[in-house]
């Protein structure tokens, strides 16, 4: 199953007015009939998006034939602006539900937009369900190795100037065989040995990152995730201080994420962590906050100076009014201990403007960029504060 979307659809309309997009999307139409075959099938999903199914098309190299190729034509024929992206997803010799393919080649739809051979494919085993993915520490070892981890990278916004503030640095691991996300990824990893060496690898790729964005006058925060068995290690808040010495950044800038049940712990180890980390001057968060089992009392003790409010609460907040008020309570609660606050899931205006109005500090969520690579990620900080300064 191919998902072909004109990635540049709206720029087209835009530019050249909204029939010609369409004339351009009918040209795409014509084009994907020719391919098609009898028995294939071939419809429309919206002004800028078609389907089409190709059946009998099982080995994984037919596919990605198949997808060149409709890259190819399409590109070759029609003028040069108009730029498309495929996601397939094809099952293998395994029975997938339509339902779950079609969402597959839509999830790889939006990571072709983002790469250069504006293709992507889910094929095979991990279609079948989500939950068989068994990523293997050997895997891990493997990627770490031939740097096939990436850290990709989604804005942070101070919800008073509306302006990108900060950076979450996330774990991608783009070209997975078995498409891992980043949960499976660390797990391996802890299964293995490896998570040092996975959090260290990060830690040093986005500070790097931070550096290189410094030079260019971007002052953000940059916000790590780590796993609370990694705070149970005694030497890691000395590898964050080494860390920041290299390459010179300052402890003030950097935020350690850790979710609530890394901070539910009497392990010594973590709290030294926890220590060392607030006397070197980084910030701490409360990930995942609200979905874990901390009480009240913890968390006027909890060495953190940031919460960050679970994507649960937030996805829904202009439609829930228990969500609303859940949020409105810890945003009070949070800011009554002195503690900054976060909302992450931020995916529409109505939601963006509730929290504003709620006091919440910083915004992050798909209404603002989704996790990008990160020259894009540059690119979009850039373009704001060109916006900003020029008013
Ligand atoms: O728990 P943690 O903060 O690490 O989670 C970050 C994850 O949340 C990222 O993988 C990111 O893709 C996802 N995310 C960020 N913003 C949104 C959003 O607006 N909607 C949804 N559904 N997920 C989001
Ligand atoms: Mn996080």
New binding site residues.
Partial sequence: MYVVEIVNHRDIAVRYGYGHAAGVSLELEKQLDTIRRERDLLFRLSESTLVLILFGTRKLGQIRLAASRLTRTFEKLSNADTKIAVGCAGAGGDRVSPVRLLSAADEALSEAALNSARCAVRYGDSLVAKTSVQLMPSHVAHAIEQDELKVWY?PQIDSQTGAVDGA?A?LRWPNCPMSA??EDIVDAAKRGNLIDKLTRAVLNRAIQDWVSWKKLGLDLSLSV?VDPAVLTHPNFANDVSDSLAIWNMPASRLVV?V?ENGFNTDDKATYANFEALQELGTGISI??FGTGTSSLSQFESVPANEV?I??SF??TLDQERTKRRMVKAIIHLAHSFGKAVVA????NEASRQLLVDMGCDQL????FS??VPVAEFLEFAMRDTEHASTG
Avoid at 344 to 347: A, K, L, S, T, Y
Avoid at 364 to 367: H, L
């Fill in positions: 989604q979450e996330l996300g980043p995730n994420e979710t990930d995942d960050k679970d994507k937030i996805l992450e899931g931020v995916e992050q969520g798909f209404f989704r996790p």
